[in-house]
C-alpha cells in the first residue's frame, strides 16, 4: 500500500517522500523525542508513507506510523489515511521482509511467534486510531478491498486526484522465505556458567580506584546517564530517547551521525531492551589502547569493543553493528559448513581489507594504514607516491599480502574497503585486489586465517565456525568472546605478524585429527554466541558488576 499511494499522489503532481531507507520513520521518533514538529525539513511533501525502519536489524524497529497522537497533536493541518489491510494477510507478508529479523532481535520472540503478536499490535492500532480521531474528519479509511477511485475522491477536495494510475489496490507479494524462518530450529543453548565466564573476562582489569582520566577516550566516546548521552567534555550530543506505543524506550541519534556513534546509540539500545538504564560511559572506537601500558590510564569503567592484554577499565561489550546476534558469523539462519575437512582443498586461504598499521618491533605501531592511503592517493609527485607506497608496505597486512601472495600454498587478496574501492585500480595496489569472497568461497579451503587489522580480525568467528581449522595471529587483542577460544584447543595460534606462518601451516598439514578435533571443538563453542537468552543474561552480569564496583 505504501508504494500504492506514493504512485497515487505522484500520479497526479504532488511531492511524496516514502520509506526513505528507514529515514522518514527515525525521523518522527527523532522529533517525538525532542517534543519537535517531525518530517518539518520537508514543506513541499504532500503524502509521507512508508514510515518504518527494520534495517540493519540490530537497531530498533520504528513503527512510527503507531506514533498516531504525536503525528496529529504536532501536525495540526494534516489529513490522516489509515490502511486496514487483512490481518494475517499482512503479518505472513512482513513474515517475510527485513521486518522478522529485526523484530526477532528486539522483541525475542521466536520467528513463528510473530505473524500472531503482529495481528493483535495492528488490531490495537486500528482500534487506538479510531478512538483517538473519534470522527475527526482529517482520518481517511482505507480497506485494500475497496475501490481506489473511492480514495481519490475524497481526497480530491483536499488535494487535486483527477488520475488514477491503477484500477485496484495490489495484492501483498509473495514471501518465499517465510517457512524457513519461521521453521527455524533453535540454537544450542549455552551451558551454565558461560554467561558468567564471559562476564569475568570482559569485567577482567576492573579497578574504581585506579588513577587517570578520559585523555585516552576517541572523539566518538559517550556518556550515558540513563537518560541523556554526551561527549567527554559534557555537552550533549545529538540523541534522544523516545518510547514508541507498546514498544520498550528506545535512543536514537540524529539523522547522519557517524557510524561510531550509531554504535554507541546500539549500546545503550542493548541496555533499555534489559529494562534497564545504568549509566556508562561508551567508546566504541577501533583499537582502544586505554588502560594498558602503551595508552592513556583511566580512572573509571569504559564499555569498548576491544582492548589490549591486561588492559585497566577497559570493559568489553559486544560491537552491536559487528558481534549482534544474526550478523556474519553470529546468524542462527546461516547454513553450516556443508565440506568435510578431508573434502576441502589443501591450501590456506586470507581475505580482507588493507586495514592495520606500520609494523614496529614491540608496543604500539606506527601510522595506520588509512594515512598511507590517503598519502598515496593524494600524492602529487613520483616521489611523494613511492614514499607512501613504502609506507603502505610496511603496514602489516600488506606486507603478509605481498610476501606470500605468488605462494602455491596460499589463496590470499586485498578486498579494498568502501570507501577505498577507488584504490583497487590504482597500478600498484591492483595486482593484489580480488572481489570479496562469500562463505562459499572460503570453506573450499582446509585452512582460514585470522590476521589483526587496527585491532582483532573481524573474520575470528566466520572462519572458526566451519569445518577448516582457523590460524590466527595473538596480537594482543581481546573481545568479548576471546577467553572461550583457547590456542590448540579451538585455534592454531600464529605469531605476531605471522612471522612463523610457513611453520604453523606445515604443522597442520602434519596433524589433520588435531585439526578436525581443534575445528569441531570450535564450532561448538561459536554456537553459544548465538543464544538470545546468554547473550542478555551476559549484558546483565557486566551491567551488574560496573554498577557493584560504583
Request: glycine share 6%.
Amino acid at each position: 500500500m505504501d508504494r500504492a499511494l506514493e504512485r497515487l499522489f505522484r500520479a497526479n503532481g504532488h511531492a511524496t517522500a516514502c520509506h526513505d531507507g528507514g529515514r522518514l520513520a527515525s525521523d518522527i521518533l527523532y522529533a517525538m523525542g525532542r517534543n519537535e514538529r517531525p518530517l518539518a525539513d520537508r514543506p513541499e511533501v504532500r503524502l509521507f508513507t512508508g514510515l518504518w525502519r527494520f534495517r540493519p536489524h540490530w537497531r530498533p524497529p520504528i513503527e512510527a506510523w503507531r506514533c498516531a497522537r504525536f503525528l496529529r497533536d504536532s501536525v495540526p493541518g494534516a489529513h490522516f489515511v489509515l490502511t486496514v489491510p487483512q490481518p494475517q494477510d499482512w503479518s505472513l507478508w512482513r513474515s517475510g521482509t527485513d521486518a522478522i529479523r529485526c523484530h526477532v532481535f528486539a522483541q525475542g520472540l521466536p520467528p513463528a511467534a510473530l505473524p500472531a503478536f503482529w495481528q493483535e499490535q495492528l488490531a490495537l492500532h486500528v482500534d487506538r486510531t479510531f478512538a483517538l480521531f473519534d470522527g475527526d474528519p482529517r482520518l481517511i479509511v482505507v480497506d485494500p478491498a475497496d475501490d481506489p477511485a473511492d480514495l481519490a475522491a475524497r481526497l480530491d477536495p483536499i488535494l487535486p486526484m483527477r488520475t488514477l494510475p491503477f484500477d485496484r489496490w495490489p495484492a501483498f507479494p509473495a514471501s518465499p522465505g517465510v517457512m524457513r524462518l519461521l521453521d527455524r530450529p533453535d540454537s544450542p543453548a549455552a551451558p551454565d556458567g558461560w554467561a558468567e565466564d564471559v562476564t569475568r573476562f570482559c569485567l577482567a582489569g576492573l579497578d574504581p580506584e585506579a588513577q587517570g582520566g578520559p585523555e585516552g577516550l576517541s572523539a566518538f566516546a559517550c556518556h550515558w546517564d540513563g537518560s541523556r548521552v554526551t561527549d567527554r567534555q559534557g555537552r550533549m550530543r545529538q540523541f534522544t530517547q523516545a518510547t514508541p506505543p507498546d514498544a520498550v524506550p528506545l535512543a536514537l541519534a540524529r539523522r547522519d551521525r557517524h557510524f561510531k556513534l550509531i554504535r554507541a546509540e546500539g549500546v545503550v539500545n542493548d541496555i533499555l531492551r534489559l529494562g534497564r538504564s545504568d549509566p556508562v560511559w561508551i567508546d566504541m572506537e577501533d583499537s582502544r589502547w586505554f588502560g594498558s601500558p602503551e595508552g592513556a590510564p583511566l580512572d573509571r569503567p569504559v564499555l569498548c569493543h576491544n582492548r589490549r592484554a591486561g588492559a585497566v577499565n577497559a570493559v568489553l561489550w559486544p560491537l552491536p553493528d559487528q558481534h549482534s546476534i544474526g550478523l556474519p558469523g553470529f546468524d542462527p539462519d546461516a547454513a553450516p559448513d556443508p565440506i568435510p575437512f578431508e573434502e576441502k582443498e589443501d591450501r590456506l586461504i586470507w581475505r580482507g581489507m588493507i586495514s592495520g598499521s606500520e609494523m614496529r618491533a614491540r608496543g604500539k605501531p606506527g601510522p595506520a594504514a588509512h594515512v598511507w592511503l590517503t598519502r598515496l592517493a593524494e600524492a602529487s609527485t613520483p616521489a611523494d607516491r613511492e614514499a607512501a607506497w613504502q609506507g603502505l608496505c610496511r603496514t602489516n597486512r600488506l606486507a603478509f599480502v605481498r610476501r606470500f601472495f605468488d605462494h602455491p600454498d596460499f589463496d590470499l587478496g586485498v578486498v579494498m574497503a568502501w570507501g577505498w574501492r577507488h584504490m583497487a585500480d590504482d597500478p600498484l595496489l591492483a595486482p593484489f585486489c580480488t572481489p570479496r569472497a562469500s562463505p562459499d568461497i572460503l570453506r573450499r579451503f582446509r585452512y582460514q586465517l585470522c590476521l589483526s587489522g587496527y585491532d582483532h580480525g573481524s573474520n575470528f568467528i566466520g572462519a572458526i565456525d566451519s569445518n577448516s581449522v582457523l590460524l590466527a595471529e595473538e596480537d594482543g587483542w581481546q573481545v568479548f568472546y576471546s577467553g572461550r577460544f583457547k590456542p590448540w584447543q579451538h585455534f592454531i595460534p600464529v605469531a605476531r605478524h605471522a612471522a612463523d606462518i610457513e611453520d604453523k601451516l606445515a604443522w597442520a598439514r602434519a596433524h589433520p585429527s588435531e585439526c578436525k578435533a581443534m575445528s569441531a571443538a570450535a564450532r561448538v563453542e561459536a554456537a553459544h554466541l548465538r543464544d538470545p537468552e546468554a547473550r542478555a543474561h551476559l549484558l546483565r552480569l557486566i551491567l551488574d558488576g560496573l554498577a557493584a564496583a560504583r
